[in-house]
């Protein structure tokens, strides 16, 4: 079976400008989670969609947004980007929730200028 | 939410060293797992062990649930198990998992 992969793996942008990463999740996987890291905060959730609705979400702003397709691939999306965005975007792939394996893509890489 | 704490935060070993690296939670998990980071960032599945012993090649882990502690152990280490440990646990059936800050270790030749 294919892994989790995320796209674009790296990805410069300037303040103000915004974002869509895409994460597709291994075959059959129908949760999809996504964590930002930093150096600072460590690993953080942002949020969890299973079959397209998004079931649970930690303490982000509102510019941070995601969706989940019929496929059960997902995309999350930052507007109105700020300096402290920066970060790698992980997305975790599992069968149905946080109670099971979760088995993460190689993460986009977000720097913003 | 449930706390989860690693030690120690930074480990140095010589190659062929064995080690324990502990993760403490603060409550009954459904999920505890074990990831290994590589240098590129990939979060790597070592251990899905909310209960009991498992062990994958040099690679092993116990999870007492009910004194809410999990141990990995690197056995005959070697340079390329270099990189940051996490361990992660939920207490919810969908959501988030809660990462410890990790232990970073470093394998030298």
């Known amino acids: 079976k294919a892994g989790v992969t995320q796209t674009p793996r790296y990805l410069i942008k300037t303040r103000g400008q915004q974002v869509t990463l895409s994460c597709s999740p291994i075959?059959?996987?129908?949760?999809v989670s996504w964590y930002q890291q930093t150096p600072g905060q460590g690993l953080q959730f942002l949020f969890e969609?299973?079959?397209?609705?998004?079931?649970n979400k930690g303490n982000f702003p509102g510019r941070f947004s995601g969706r989940q397709f019929s496929n059960s691939r997902s995309e999350m999306n930052v507007s109105t980007l700020e300096l402290g965005d920066s970060a790698l975007y992980l997305c975790?792939?599992?069968?149905?929730?946080?109670?099971?394996?979760?088995?993460f893509g190689p993460g986009t890489r977000l720097t913003v200028l | 939410g449930i706390q989860v704490e690693q030690s120690p935060p930074d480990l140095i070993l010589q190659e062929g060293a064995n080690s324990t690296l502990r993760c403490n939670f603060s409550?009954?998990?459904?999920?505890l797992q074990w990831f290994h980071q590589n240098p590129w960032g990939q979060l790597i599945n070592l251990f899905y062990?909310?209960?009991g012993t498992k062990q994958n090649g040099r690679l092993s882990a116990t999870t007492v649930a009910t004194e809410r502690y999990s141990l990995l152990y690197i056995s005959s280490s070697q340079t390329t198990d270099s990189g940051v440990y996490f361990c992660?646990?939920?207490?919810?059936?969908?959501?988030?998992?809660?990462f410890g800050a990790g232990t970073q270790v470093v394998v030298t030749p």
């Open positions: 062990i909310p209960s």
């Open positions: 075959s059959g996987h129908r949760s």
């Open positions: 992660a646990a939920t207490t919810d059936s969908w959501g988030k998992l809660q």
């Open positions: 975790a792939s599992s069968l149905s929730g946080s109670a099971d394996t979760q088995y």
């Open positions: 969609y299973f079959s397209e609705t998004q079931r």
């Open positions: 409550d009954s998990v459904n999920n």
